[in-house]
């Protein structure tokens, strides 16, 4: 497998192409024209071009499946050259702007939500993506490149505004190395310029990991996979609790830098008859008193063979309601595609069958 260019930060192309000048160029040809391949880049003279491809594949994905949701979400089913699959997905979300004079405006705002590894080592018992176990970690460049393609693929300009989740397929903080890389050339003046505060990393909770990343003081935000307000369910639904714990995973937050105006998120997937009940919300109360925390609710989404439900709307609401009348900020995930297999993994396995 060759190594993409979407592989390196501007620097480190610099150290391995001459003259500098061209890395800029070839720059401008990944991350603003979206160039598919060599012959893409006019200005780059054609004997360098030859060199180059010799060394090096431009964008190392192709589009395999794509679904598009009613309400503007569009899932990618995404082959990179070893023949493995992987998703990533385009979500439209709106934003409500207020100009000086209190009027209101909404505008179309985007977020790009991609995978870090093929399959997963955590194993989560509600997870799809768990089920085919862990195959490899995906290469800074693979990573990168999901948020190119997306961007080409809707005709997204280089200089519009997107959000990055790392909430695909995989646990990003197993794959830390690739991701920080990445999180770097995403951030790049001179690439697609997106700083850490419009990236946010999904963990399931590898604590020491945490403070890894809060080491590396990358700006970016983190969402932290809860779950379950006691270790006994959250070590049926996450195993590797075992090893981290529920406590450990707020020390760990407690120490992890973030911008003061923003809030740690604590996700919440809502199993029916397993942690909706309000001794639950109670104890979630309880366990993030001290944080600037923010939760967002998810309804468990059912996939064929899963023995867990989707909760009542009725339990969501009576959850959410709790949880902001005891002083918690609280917003329920809208079910973005429901009608597409929204939940990670849910298209992969739609159209490989079994994984
Ligand atoms: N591994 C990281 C990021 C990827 S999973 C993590 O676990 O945080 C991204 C999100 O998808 C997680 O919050 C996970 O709980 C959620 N998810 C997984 N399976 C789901 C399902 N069947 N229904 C709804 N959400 C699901
Ligand atoms: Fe891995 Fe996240 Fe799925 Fe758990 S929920 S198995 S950590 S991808």
């Known amino acids: 497998m060759k190594p993409s260019l979407m592989d390196f930060t501007q620097k480190e192309l610099m150290a391995q192409i001459k003259p500098s000048f061209r890395v800029k160029q070839i720059y401008g040809w990944l991350y603003h024209q979206y160039a598919e391949s060599f012959d893409d880049m006019k200005n780059i003279p054609k004997a360098l071009r030859e060199e180059l491809a010799k060394k090096y594949v431009v964008n190392p994905l192709k589009i395999v499946n794509k679904e598009e949701s009613s309400d503007g979400t569009i899932k990618y089913l995404l082959q990179m050259q070893d023949g493995k699959t992987m998703e990533a997905v385009w979500l439209k979300m709106k934003e409500t702007l207020t100009d000086e004079a209190g009027n209101t405006q909404q505008e179309a705002k985007y977020t790009i939500c991609v995978s870090t590894q093929v399959g997963c080592k955590v194993g989560c018992s509600f997870c799809l993506t768990a089920k085919g176990g862990f195959t490899r970690d995906l290469t800074a460049g693979e990573i990168v490149a999901q948020v190119v393609t997306l ?45 850490g505060k419009r990236q946010t990393v999904s963990t399931s ?7 890894k990343l809060g080491e590396m003081d990358l700006g970016v935000h983190i969402a932290i996979s809860l779950h379950a307000v006691d270790d006994k369910l959250r070590s049926e639904l996450i195993p590797m609790n075992k090893a981290h714990n529920i406590n450990s995973i707020i020390e760990a937050v407690k120490r992890f830098p973030i911008d003061t105006r923003k809030r740690v998120m604590f996700e919440y997937l809502v199993i029916k008859g397993k942690n909706d009940d309000l001794g639950s919300a109670r104890k979630l109360v309880k366990l993030l008193h001290g944080i600037k925390a923010k939760v967002n609710l998810i309804y468990f989404n059912p996939y064929p063979g899963t023995d867990y439900n989707r909760p009542s709307r009725d339990d969501m609401v009576a959850f959410q309601e709790y949880l902001i009348n005891h002083g918690l900020l609280c917003t329920i995930r809208d079910s973005k595609g429901i009608d597409i297999s929204a939940a990670c993994g849910q298209l992969k396995e739609k159209s490989e069958g079994e994984i």
Do not use: Q, W
């Not at 909770?205 to 403070?211: E, R, V």
């Open 151 to 195: 961007k080409r693929d809707n005709n997204h300009k280089h200089n519009r505004k997107i959000n990055i989740v790392y909430m695909g397929m995989g646990e990003p903080l197993d794959n830390l190395d690739n991701l920080a890389k990445a999180i770097e050339i995403f951030k790049e003046d001179d690439g697609l310029c997106i700083s």
């Open 205 to 211: 909770g590898l604590s020491t990991k945490i403070d």
